[in-house]
């Protein structure tokens, strides 16, 4: 293991964060019943695809920018993995697109989550709990391919650095590399 952290500030961060974040047993029970609901089961990588509100503010990442970590992640699987992947993200026609372009994969994804994050819904009680539900289900991944330019991936980076060492096994930014903003 290394001796020295790669960004010490994203492991500060990442302790304040899992603290703050630690759930009621009502929200617990909440997040245990999505992952049975979808069939959320390990080994599994999460993606995060941010579309809605990141247009203007980082250049647009295609899904084909986020699935060759996804598919190195199984080429090191034992064969008879199965191809499944928690999605989480913001627009409906990203899941569509990517089960139209990736047949093999089985991507999972809580469709009331995902209509829940657009722009008229957004602030509701409902999907603060469906982005709630997708932290704490891409903090369970084994992997996430997600871009950092993303509050949410900096969040899911900083608490895995207060887990372990190498989050780079772990995590791949589509976009570009760690910055405390």
Not at 11 to 25: F, K, S
Not at 110 to 125: I, K, L, P
């Amino acid at each position: 293991a290394p001796s020295i952290i790669e960004f010490p500030i994203a492991w500060y961060a990442g302790h304040i964060l899992q603290y703050i974040y630690r759930l009621q047993p009502s929200m617990e029970d909440h997040v245990r019943a999505a992952k049975e609901n979808i069939g959320f089961v390990q080994p599994i990588p999460g993606m995060h695809v941010r579309r809605t509100d990141k247009k203007g503010e980082a250049p647009y990442q295609p899904v084909e920018a986020y699935m060759p970590s996804i598919q190195l992640y199984f080429e090191r699987k034992e064969n008879g993995t199965a191809k499944r992947v928690y999605l989480a993200t913001d627009e409906p026609a990203v899941v569509t697109e990517l089960r139209t372009k990736y047949p093999d994969y089985t991507f999972l994804t809580d469709s009331g989550t995902v209509s829940g994050a657009n722009r008229g819904s957004r602030y509701t009680a409902q999907a603060h709990l469906g982005i709630i539900t997708d932290i704490k289900l891409l903090l369970s991944c084994d992997f996430v391919v997600c871009t950092l330019s993303s509050n949410i991936c900096r969040l899911v980076y900083e608490v895995q650095n207060s887990r372990m060492w190498n989050v780079n096994e772990t995590l791949h930014s589509a976009d570009h590399n760690y910055k405390f903003w």
